[in-house]
């Protein structure tokens, strides 16, 4: 046992992660209270973590598994930046996928924390913030469009000083403004997460102020080493061996179609090792997955393998390594698109990799869910205000069945957490009219424990707009395991002139008032097979 551990107790240590995570909780309520936007304030599309002086994990927020675990990233670039010196008040602002970043909507902001308010003894750590802004321009509104370079998809910050000493760089902020449809909201979503900062700022220094600094930055350093012992131990029970699985992405938007994601899992009793040599290379389309998302979807993967008893922080991510090829549809390298790398090829990674996992852990792992965040973005200019609009939301849909339950319904699943824009603040703050938002009867497979059932959504514009889809799980459906059938593929629809017509799974168009836009999940697979008497 070190000395710092004869310092610190087990019993305080716990109590210090919980305390952290708190932090991180409060600062993802003071931004969902204050974001101007739907999708922070209703959808909760942000995440909140804070990170020692050295920039590794402490404690994080139950928010969303795509951003936390590609956040540690961004906050080295924001490091670097900061300097050896940062000042109180400091603030670095970034969305660009070659330093961490997930796709540009998601804007991050970094910020150092210091003891006290005199900012005297030095760093004590940093805190993050992510929130996916609704529009930051590109050539579609929403800033979601079906791209084939990053150029297209909206304004790239690379990481920039925010804030310094607490002084707001207007000149920087006049360029985002000027570079988005919705100025107004854009300023009043990243005002929340500039609050937040100053929340999570109290609130360590109240942390502090109960334990003492020595303390504190002892209690982080066994916070680390706490779950990375626990990481090895629950590593050391899986069975050595290799384990290997491949699924497919529909298409790129530009005509590539059935886009292969293998995963090799080599387990070697405290480590564990993800190749994904095989994988397809980087494609035209936008579904090309920075790599740092790739990685937030190991860590979620593993997260959930060892337990929520282990605190999340960067004690875990000791116990991994991870093969990912360059230039691969996992890490494209700059210039290609990548929106939906984040949002839909982080979905159908952790399909491979439980996949993969069901050979080692079959009483524990569940069929497919949905795969597919289903984004539908669309934006224009109000015909009763003449002001530009721009609107960004995702949809949930059917969880996989499991060994020991049902799969949930009208979920949202694996790489993403958020809720769903009730219809009555879509309707008060846009010009559309939802007309059918429900569950899809017999979208689940079947099985000992079927699928959940994914949604319908249906959208009538009353104003002419452009609207974007982004979505998976079209023409390849989730699967089922252990015998169960496969869930329902989803389908998006347009109503227009008096009939019905299929949409392509990526796809942009014009949408004349009257017409309709309908979006129809995947339900999960099943698990087991009704027919096995064994089971």
């Known amino acids: 046992m070190t000395d710092k551990s004869k310092r610190v107790s087990a019993f305080s240590v716990q109590i210090l992660s919980g305390l952290l995570s708190s932090v991180a909780e409060e600062m993802g309520t003071a931004l969902q209270r204050s974001g101007f936007s739907p999708n922070i304030k209703e959808r909760r599309d942000y995440s909140c973590a804070v990170f020692d002086s050295h920039g590794h994990v402490i404690a994080q927020a139950s928010h ?5 675990g590609a956040m540690p990233s961004s906050v080295d670039a924001a490091r670097n930046i900061l300097g050896d010196q940062p000042k109180i008040g400091d603030m670095v602002i970034l969305n660009d996928p070659d330093n961490g970043g997930t796709h540009l909507p998601d804007i991050t902001t970094v910020s150092p924390v210091f003891s006290d308010s005199e900012g005297m003894s030095g760093v004590l750590g940093f805190l993050a913030t992510r929130a996916h ?3 930051v321009g590109g050539m579609s509104p929403g800033s979601m469009p079906i791209a084939n370079e990053i150029f297209q998809e909206g304004l790239i910050i690379p990481p920039v000083f925010l804030c310094r000493a607490g002084k707001e760089d207007s000149d920087l902020l006049a360029l985002i403004y000027a570079n988005v449809r919705t100025p107004r909201e854009r300023k009043g979503d990243l005002l929340g997460q500039i609050g937040a900062h100053r929340i999570g700022e109290q609130r360590m220094f109240e942390i502090v102020g109960n334990y003492g600094e020595s303390n504190v930055r002892d209690m982080f350093s066994e916070l680390i080493q706490y779950s990375k012992t626990l990481t090895k131990a629950r590593l050391s029970k899986l069975p050595i061996g290799e384990y290997c699985y491949t699924d497919y992405l529909d298409d790129d938007g530009f005509g590539e179609i059935n886009i292969p994601i293998s995963l090799k899992i080599s387990i070697t009793g405290e480590k564990i090792l993800f190749d994904f040599s095989g994988s397809a290379e980087c494609v035209n389309g936008c579904v090309n997955a920075p790599m740092a998302v790739t990685l937030a979807c190991v860590y979620y993967v593993l ?3 060892i337990g929520s008893d282990v605190p999340a922080n960067s004690g875990m991510y000791d116990c ?12 494209p390298g700059r210039s290609k698109a990548v929106a939906g790398g984040n949002v839909e090829t982080s979905q159908r990674v952790t399909d491979v990799i439980w996949g993969a996992l069901s050979q080692v852990l079959p009483e ?13 973005s669309f934006g224009g200019r109000d015909c009763q205000t003449g002001d530009l609009f721009a609107y960004y939301e995702t949809m949930g849909g059917g969880a996989g069945g499991g060994p020991n339950t049902y799969g949930a319904s009208g979920i949202h699943v694996s790489m993403s957490n958020t809720r769903n824009t009730p219809v009555e603040a879509l309707e008060f703050d846009y010009p559309v009219m939802v007309e059918r938002y429900e569950l899809r009867s017999g979208s689940g497979g ?15 514009a009353l104003n002419p707009m452009r609207v974007s889809l982004l979505t998976e799980r079209r023409s390849r459906a989730p699967y089922g395991l252990n015998g169960g059938e496969f869930g329902e593929t989803g389908k ?6 008096g009939r019905w017509s299929n949409l392509p799974a990526k796809c ?12 129809s999940s995947a339900g999960g697979g099943g698990w087991g097979s009704a027919m096995d008497p064994t089971i």
């Open 492 to 497: 998006n629809r347009m109503f227009s002139d």
């Open 508 to 519: 942009s168009f014009d949408l004349a008032a009257g017409e309709i836009v309908s979006v």
């Open 364 to 376: 524990m792992v569940p069929a497919a869910g949905t795969g597919s965040m289903n984004n539908l």
């Open 64 to 68: 969303i598994p795509a951003h936390l």
């Open 133 to 135: 802004h609704s529009d």
């Open 303 to 305: 997260r959930c393998v």
């Open 320 to 331: 991994v390594d991870v093969i990912i090829p360059e230039l691969s549809v996992l890490n």
């Open 446 to 460: 079947g099985g000992i424990n079927r699928g959940g059932l994914g949604l319908r959504r249906d959208i009538r």
